[in-house]
């Protein structure tokens, strides 16, 4: 699986959007950008994936660039609750591959400040 | 509601004494992992379920053993506690095709004395 970059930390505004970016400059033309968060020693939680095209649900939007190369995930309207660490992680989809292990890195702390 | 159930949440015992670590999951998935988590070593995957009977070695396999018996269940057995294995765990499941994502549990914090 391709490896990410993330900042180690960001802070961000509440009520504000919260824009964390991520480098998978090696990512194949098969894997899929997923994202999650943990908050404080909690189980990580899912938040959006995509290929190629950007998407949105409930809880944020993910924007994919043109090559790949990188992505980011906006929290439109970042509340204190969205304090937690944000992986991505690049894998293929289908779970056979590889144990369907999912490699957290470093990730990065963000902090919503009121 | 669609969870992953994990049991106990926190547990503190002593060296030796087996226990075991329950997971369940109601999303009818067939892949379900588990996972463990230091500080400064993230999340390390500790054993793997394609689907029922069928398990195999994650990249911390030592010191535990797994079993798949029925879909949704997927206890971890820790049969000779030792200290290192003071972490917390997570259970992880997803379905095996597609691009779907996993889904964890709230995580076990156990404490090996």
């Known amino acids: 699986d391709a490896k990410t970059t993330q900042p180690p930390s960001m802070d961000c505004a509440e009520g504000r959007a919260a824009n964390l970016p991520c480098n998978h400059s090696t990512i194949s033309g098969n894997e899929y950008v997923y994202w999650y968060r943990q908050i404080h020693s909690q189980g990580p939680q899912y938040i959006i994936h995509?290929?190629?095209n950007n998407e949105t649900n409930e809880m944020a939007s993910l924007i994919i660039t043109e090559d790949r190369k990188s992505s980011t995930l906006i929290l439109p309207h970042a509340t204190l609750r969205d304090t937690a660490v944000y992986y991505c992680?690049?894998?293929?989809?289908?779970?056979?591959?590889?144990?369907?292990?999912?490699?957290f890195g470093q990730g990065t702390e963000l902090s919503v400040k009121p | 509601e669609a969870q992953v159930t994990q049991n106990p949440r926190y547990l503190i015992t002593v060296t030796g004494k087996k226990l075991t670590v329950t997971c369940s999951q109601n999303?009818?998935?067939?892949?379900m992992s588990w996972y463990r988590q230091d500080p400064g070593l993230g999340l390390r995957q500790i054993y793997y379920s394609m689907n029922v009977e069928v398990t195999d070695k994650g990249d911390v396999p030592e010191g535990y053993k797994v079993s798949r018996k029925e879909k949704r269940n997927f206890p971890l057995i820790l049969e000779s506690p030792s200290p290192n294995q003071t972490s917390l765990y997570f259970c992880a499941s997803s379905l095996v095709q597609g691009d779907q994502p996993q889904h964890f549990g709230d995580g076990t914090r156990l404490s090996i004395l």
């Open positions: 992680i690049v894998r293929v989809g289908p779970i056979y591959n590889q144990g369907g292990k999912l490699i």
């Open positions: 999303m009818n998935h067939e892949y």
């Open positions: 995509g290929l190629k």
